[in-house]
């Protein structure tokens, strides 16, 4: 039986370690583990995820992104053999963003976010994960690869100015009750993980191994 090869794009400024817990039948799935790399200059979000598609080797993959990634994989099926699109802890319009976003896409507020300061761990925690982890500092140091001050400013722009507006109908997303940075509120047709903070793919690790063979092979 050939194997159902499955792409992962990490969140925001992450590396793809932050999959290091996520296991599949080695039998049935072989995974794949994209990276962030710098966006030219005035790149858009199409182009970039044009770019980034050359990367999948395969057809009839299966796309898992989270958070911005999940964004990212959203755009990157326009371009690819895609047979499932799997999203964690994202959104699959603007209208999922939470009012500040919003805000911030109106008044232009977000180019005054000083993204320098993302230099400093705690504060690209803060934005990247939603919550300030100064008791996993060293942890998060290990996850947190992409810290170039024009990718974090590139990449804060592109969610806040996503144009997406309807969902694809074919995407699957998965989202915990308990996220900080896309409150469930703002969330319409997901899988809900009772407790799943905005970084649940370390944190309940077990439960998305256990699902996700099944939404994949469903």
Same mark, same amino acid.
């Given at each position: 039986m050939s194997k159902i090869h499955v792409? $992962? =794009? !990490? +969140? =925001?400024? *992450? #590396? #793809? #370690?932050i999959f290091e817990r996520i296991k599949l039948p080695e039998e049935q799935f072989e995974m794949? $583990?994209? /990276?962030? %790399?710098?966006?030219?200059k005035n790149e858009k979000l199409e182009e970039y995820a044009k770019r980034m598609a050359q990367n999948i080797k395969h057809e009839n993959v299966v796309l898992i992104g989270v958070s911005f990634g999940g964004i990212l994989v959203q755009e990157m099926s326009q371009f690819v053999s895609a047979k499932k699109i799997i999203i964690i802890s994202s959104v699959k319009s603007n209208k999922e963003l939470p009012s500040r976003m919003k805000i911030a896409r109106v008044t232009k507020i977000y180019k005054l976010v000083p993204t320098s300061l993302a230099q400093n761990v705690e504060v690209l *925690?803060?934005? *990247? $994960? +939603? /919550?300030v982890v100064k008791k996993r500092l060293e942890l998060y140091e290990k996850f947190l690869s992409m810290r170039d001050k024009s990718y974090l400013d590139w990449a804060i722009e592109q969610i806040i100015n996503w144009n997406r507006v /309807?969902? @694809? !109908?074919?995407v699957i997303h998965?989202? +915990? @009750? *308990? @996220?900080? %940075?896309f409150p469930i509120k703002n969330i319409k047709d997901c899988i809900n993980i009772e407790g799943g903070t905005h970084i649940m793919i370390l944190s309940k690790y077990r439960w998305i191994n256990t699902i996700l063979p099944e939404i994949i092979l469903k």
């Amino acid at each position: 039986m050939s194997k159902i090869h499955v792409y $992962f =794009m !990490p +969140g =925001m400024a *992450a #590396s #793809s #370690s932050i999959f290091e817990r996520i296991k599949l039948p080695e039998e049935q799935f072989e995974m794949h $583990f994209l /990276e962030w %790399v710098l966006p030219e200059k005035n790149e858009k979000l199409e182009e970039y995820a044009k770019r980034m598609a050359q990367n999948i080797k395969h057809e009839n993959v299966v796309l898992i992104g989270v958070s911005f990634g999940g964004i990212l994989v959203q755009e990157m099926s326009q371009f690819v053999s895609a047979k499932k699109i799997i999203i964690i802890s994202s959104v699959k319009s603007n209208k999922e963003l939470p009012s500040r976003m919003k805000i911030a896409r109106v008044t232009k507020i977000y180019k005054l976010v000083p993204t320098s300061l993302a230099q400093n761990v705690e504060v690209l *925690a803060k934005y *990247a $994960f +939603g /919550e300030v982890v100064k008791k996993r500092l060293e942890l998060y140091e290990k996850f947190l690869s992409m810290r170039d001050k024009s990718y974090l400013d590139w990449a804060i722009e592109q969610i806040i100015n996503w144009n997406r507006v /309807e969902p @694809d !109908p074919k995407v699957i997303h998965i989202h +915990g @009750d *308990a @996220d900080e %940075v896309f409150p469930i509120k703002n969330i319409k047709d997901c899988i809900n993980i009772e407790g799943g903070t905005h970084i649940m793919i370390l944190s309940k690790y077990r439960w998305i191994n256990t699902i996700l063979p099944e939404i994949i092979l469903k």
